[in-house]
């Protein structure tokens, strides 16, 4: 049986209303829901309570749906087979849309034909991390140990953490084993205690054990260094050529209406304009696209699946 959804409206701190955008004409009382395909506190979670608690206070409110389960499949199938009138949106992502299409032998959806793109709406570095005793100091002196076999934790297979660890091992040559968690939580705690060598995962995972002094991030995987990691390399400082971001963007069911994709296109590149939200972005390491309409989100999406599934079948991994 799949997970009970959870919905909660967008707030701030309850509830944020937003231009609709919707087939009709006149807007409808009925809130949009946004499918969140992963649990709530989550990567993809935050960049859309983030991205919609923009909206302006007109025509409505969005709800947040979480639909956790089967490595986001559940709550895509959802947003698949929801009706094309603009009142279900979903939360897509790099594990989605770039790395499941590959991972899994059969999906219940097409990650290209079955939904509209709207936009582009995050870039966000992982990060490889260390303990903060740990004798590796930095990226150098992790490649440098080419023969020692070690271990790596991420918050799952087939997510941003896994996908980004598996290309360092690739690329740089490593001998390191990838050890799966049911979230980002209990792999922070195995590396603080000794159970791993390093994490990979999410920024926004790894910044409070980084400033509280837990653990040391190493570089950052994106192809410049980000503001809230001040002095915290690449890693293609080291590794040259190696850049990879997670990213998430905002879909709807196939055969979505062009006006009702435009609105909310319009919409999105409007709220992510704004100045709080991109100070918010900036604390937590996220980044703008600089391109987010649904012609670059349709592209992106394929280039995704492209780059990944070398990568998926040359490490053999498998979906849980």
Known sequence: MPPVPRRTALALPLVVTAPLARAQEAPSARPVTVIVPFAPGGGADVVARIVLAQAAPADGAFVVENRAGAGGNIGMEALARAAPDGGTLGIVSISTHGVNPTLY??????????????????????VVAVRADSPIRDMAGLVALKDREMTYGSSGNGTSGHMAGELLRMRAGLRTMHVPYRGSGPAWTDLLGGRVDLVVDNVQAGLPHHAGGRARILAVSSAAPIPALPGVPTVGGTVPGYAVNSWNGLAAPARLPAPVRDRLAASAAAWLRRDDLRARYRDLGIAVPEDTGPAYLAAFVRQQIAMWAPVVRESGMRAD
């Open 105 to 126: 032998r059969r999906l219940p959806f097409d990650p290209v034909a079955d939904f509209t793109p709207i936009a582009l709406l995050s870039l966000q570095p992982v």
